[in-house]
């Protein structure tokens, strides 16, 4: 067994901005390549890379190889977990504004 791979936590591969950004960006198209989305952050082509290595491992992106080039694909599959996480919480919030409704109404 491969030790140098790991598997990362959604909630971690999300924490970053770059990462969001890219997970948005990839969600806008079918597939992208590398040289396509380096153009929209202020850091270089092995930075942009190594932040799709940290989604790839969390199965948010997959990717292929076409001759040289590798197209990197959105697998929204693993959001469903963060979904259902803030789920709990859009509740709570809808419960508390609702009493605040209430309390302001009386």
Same mark, same amino acid.
């Given at each position: 067994m491969n030790n140098t791979y790991q598997k990362h936590d959604v909630f971690v591969a999300i924490a970053? %901005?770059?990462r969001?950004?890219?997970i948005r960006l990839?969600? &806008?198209a079918e597939e992208l %390549?590398?040289?396509e989305l380096t153009p929209h952050f202020?850091? &270089?082509r092995t930075a942009v890379s190594k932040h799709l290595t940290i989604l790839k491992e969390a199965d948010l992106v997959t990717n292929r190889k076409i001759g040289r080039e590798t197209k990197y694909r959105l697998n929204p599959a693993p959001l469903q977990e963060v979904k259902d996480w803030l789920s709990f919480y859009e509740k709570f919030w809808n419960e508390r504004a609702l009493l605040l409704k209430n309390l302001l109404e009386e």
């Open positions: 970053d %901005p770059t969001r950004k890219l990839l969600a &806008g %390549p590398l040289h202020q850091m &270089g």
